[in-house]
Every structure is written in structure tokens, then in C-alpha cells.
Nanobody, 128 residues
Framework: QVQLVESGGGLVQAGGSLRLSCAVS??????????MGWFRQAPGKEREFVAA????????DMSDSVKGRFTISRDNAENTGYLQMNSLKPEDTAMYFC???????????????????WGQGTQVTVSS
């Protein structure tokens, strides 16, 4: 049974930081074969791409809205992905989801339809 379990969300003041974690287990193949992504969804809005990282961690893609403030990383030995969020803004308030898909390419995608494994999400609330 595949599980992606997010943690690290919470309530923080604007300008603060949070580090989200995504612990992955049960994948059919090695975790290092999977691209990882983070998405978010605010109430009444569509799911939005935040960041993605390739299998080795050498290539990342960030949305323009978080570039320079968020960093995505992964630890393949620990089967865990991370999203470091700094300089948080009220507009970052959302449920954050981690997701994964297997890839043989050294690339990542922002298309949520390509991700076939998803976590349940962790809430991030940024107060002004």
C-alpha cells in the first residue's frame, strides 16, 4: 500500500517559516525512481503547482509565486521529500499536498495529472 504522509503544516505569522515533510512508503519501485512534487489548494480555488524535484534531486522547478522563498529537496535514503517555506505570505495559505510519479527521464512536470500518488495534505495558514 502506497502512502505519502505530509507533516509540518501549521499556523504561522507572515514572514515566518515552515518546513513540510513527505514520508513515502510502499512504492512499487525505489523511491529514487520517482519525481516528487508539491501542490496546494486554497478554498474555492483550483489545485496549484508549487514545486517539483527530479529523481536525484539535481533538478527542480518552482512556481513563480514561490520562487526565491521556497526550496524543494529530497532524501532518497530516507524516502522523504521536503518543502522549506520562508518569508511566508497570507496568500500562501492552503492545503499542501505532496505527490509522486515514476519517471525514466531527467525532467519534472507541473501537470498534476501526471502524478499518480498523492498524500492527504497538510494545512498551512499564514496570518497577516
Amino acid at each position: 500500500q502506497v502512502q505519502l504522509v505530509e507533516s509540518g503544516g501549521g499556523l504561522v505569522q507572515a514572514g515566518g517559516s515552515l518546513r513540510l515533510s513527505c514520508a513515502v512508503s510502499g512504492l512499487p519501485f525505489s523511491f529514487s525512481m520517482y519525481v516528487m512534487g508539491w501542490f496546494r489548494q486554497a478554498p474555492g480555488k483550483e489545485r496549484e503547482f508549487v514545486a517539483a524535484i527530479d529523481r536525484s534531486g539535481g533538478r527542480t522547478d518552482m512556481s513563480d509565486s514561490v520562487k526565491g522563498r521556497f526550496t524543494i529537496s529530497r532524501d532518497n535514503a530516507e524516502n522523504t521529500g521536503y518543502l522549506q517555506m520562508n518569508s511566508l505570505k497570507p496568500e500562501d495559505t492552503a492545503m499542501y499536498f505532496c505527490a509522486a510519479y515514476m519517471s525514466f527521464a531527467d525532467s519534472v512536470t507541473k501537470d498534476h495529472n501526471q502524478y499518480n500518488y498523492w498524500g492527504q495534505g497538510t494545512q498551512v495558514t499564514v496570518s497577516s
